[in-house]
């Protein structure tokens, strides 16, 4: 079984930057594919990042190219998301989500069965 427990958001002005960190426990940390979801008011939860927990590709939704960064620290057991030139339409709960590990870590939320409880993130413009 793998806790997550999500933490870093809040409000900034559109253009800044906020970091995320999810702390996992329990499981295999380094055997795991572990992403980054959100879902904006009114709207269908989306992957935003994704990777391998031991290191490997990343994937990233095409709305965050160039903007968000997801990685991790083995050591602290923890997987980021730095989150540079915010928009407002980034505006979401976002989610740290931990499911089998695969080659390529997928940006669909059905690969995933471990989910931390959420944390808010607010743009304003």
């Known amino acids: 079984q793998v806790q997550l427990v999500e933490s870093g958001g809040g409000s900034v002005q559109a253009g800044g930057s906020l970091r995320l960190s999810c702390a996992a426990s329990?499981?295999?940390?380094?055997?795991?594919?572990m992403g980054w979801f959100r879902q904006p008011p009114g709207k269908e939860r989306e992957g935003v990042a994704t990777m391998l927990s031991g290191g490997g590709s990343t994937v990233y939704a095409d709305a965050v190219k160039g903007r968000f960064t997801i990685s991790r620290d083995n050591a602290k057991t923890t997987l980021y998301l730095q989150m540079n030139s915010l928009k407002p339409e980034d505006t979401a709960m976002y989610y740290c989500?931990?499911?089998?590990?695969?080659?390529?870590?997928?940006?669909?939320?059905?690969?995933?069965?471990?989910w931390g409880q959420g944390t808010q993130v607010t743009v304003s413009s």
């Open positions: 989500a931990a499911g089998r590990a695969r080659w390529i870590c997928p940006l669909t939320g059905d690969a995933y069965n471990y």
């Open positions: 329990g499981g295999t940390y380094s055997s795991y594919c």
